[in-house]
C-alpha cells in the first residue's frame, strides 16, 4: 500500500513538473527566408499550404504579391524576401504559404521552406531592442538558438499592422 501511494505521489508531481515546465517555453513554427532562420509563435498559425494561384492587384507595395481566396476568405499574400532583402521570391516545390491570423485578421506569408516546430526555454530568448538596424525594424521581436541556428522571432502583431496599414 506505501508503495501504490508513492508512486501516486511521484506521478502526481511528474504531472505537475510537466504542467510548470510548459510555462516556461514557447513554441515557434520556423521557417527560411532566403537562406535565414525565422520564426513565428505557434498560436498565430492557422495552417500551411502549399502554394496555389495568387491574384495580383495593381497599386500595392511590389512585396504584396496578391491575395488568395480560401475557404471563400480573401487573405493578402506577403512575400517578406521582397520587404526584407529586395529580391523576388521564387516559388518552388518546398516552397509554402505560411496563414497567420491575429483577432479576426489574416494573412499569408510566402516562404522559402517551412522548416519545424521548436519548443524554446524562455530564458534562451533573447528581446530585441528598437535599435535593430536590419531591415527587419521592428518585426523581428526576439532571437532565440536552436541546434545550431539563430532563430529571428517575428512579433505577429507588427506584420499584421504593418500589412494591414499598407493595404
Do not use: W
Request: glycine content about 4%; aromatic content about 8%; charged content about 25%.
Amino acid at each position: 500500500m506505501d508503495q501504490e501511494k508513492l508512486l501516486n505521489h511521484l506521478s502526481e508531481r511528474t504531472r505537475n513538473e510537466a504542467d510548470n515546465d510548459l510555462g516556461d517555453i514557447e513554441q515557434f513554427l520556423t521557417f527560411t527566408i532566403n537562406g535565414e532562420y525565422f520564426g513565428l509563435q505557434l498560436l498565430h498559425v492557422h495552417e500551411i499550404l502549399k502554394p496555389v494561384m495568387i491574384t495580383r492587384i495593381p497599386n500595392v507595395e511590389d512585396y504584396i504579391l496578391g491575395v488568395i481566396n480560401l475557404r471563400g476568405e480573401i487573405i493578402p499574400i506577403v512575400d517578406l524576401k521582397k520587404r526584407f532583402h529586395e529580391i523576388d521570391s521564387d516559388i518552388t516545390p518546398i516552397s509554402r504559404i505560411v496563414v497567420v491570423m491575429l483577432n479576426e485578421k489574416r494573412c499569408g506569408i510566402l516562404v522559402d521552406e517551412v522548416k519545424q516546430v521548436v519548443k524554446v526555454q524562455k530564458d534562451f530568448i533573447s528581446y530585441t531592442v528598437d535599435d535593430l538596424s536590419l531591415n527587419y525594424s521592428k518585426m523581428v521581436e526576439s532571437v532565440s538558438r536552436h541546434e545550431n541556428h539563430l532563430i529571428l522571432n517575428l512579433d505577429f502583431t507588427q506584420i499584421v499592422d504593418f500589412i494591414s496599414f499598407n493595404k
